[in-house]
Nanobody, 127 residues
Framework: QVQLVESGGGLVQAGGSLRLSCAAS????????LGWFRQAPGREREWVAVISWNAGRTDYADFVKGRFIISRDNAKNTVTLQMNSLKPEDTAVYYC????????????????????WGQGTQVTVSS
């Protein structure tokens, strides 16, 4: 069992930055891949970024490439999402997930969430 607690959401103007953090605890937390997903009102939850257990690989959804950076600190069992150049369409509840599942969609890497979710943190980007 892995417990996840997100922090760092808030309100920011378009073009601004926010930094989200997720603290992981529980069995094998440091050996899990970790990811960020988001869900906007009326929309399905979608993956944003994933980092492997040793930080050797990162994957980003196309809509955040070049703007968001995912990182982790296994000594502290934390994963961070640095969000830059934020847009109003980035407004959503952001969730941390442990052991996201790699799949493929239209021949491209894609992730779905495991059963291990945090409670979510709201990010609102005003225009």
């Amino acid at each position: 069992q892995v417990q996840l607690v997100e922090s760092g959401g808030g309100l920011v103007q378009a073009g601004g930055s926010l930094r989200l953090s997720c603290a992981a605890s529980g069995r094998t937390a440091s050996s899990n891949g970790l990811g960020w997903f988001r869900q906007a009102p009326g929309r399905e939850r979608e993956w944003v970024a994933v980092i492997s257990w040793n930080a050797g690989r990162t994957d980003y959804a196309d809509f955040v490439k070049g703007r968001f950076i995912i990182s982790r600190d296994n000594a502290k069992n934390t994963v961070t999402l640095q969000m830059n150049s934020l847009k109003p369409e980035d407004t959503a509840v952001y969730y941390c997930n442990a052991d996201p599942v790699l799949t493929f969609r239209y021949g491209r890497r894609y992730y779905t969430g495991s059963d291990y979710w945090g409670q979510g943190t709201q990010v609102t980007v005003s225009s």
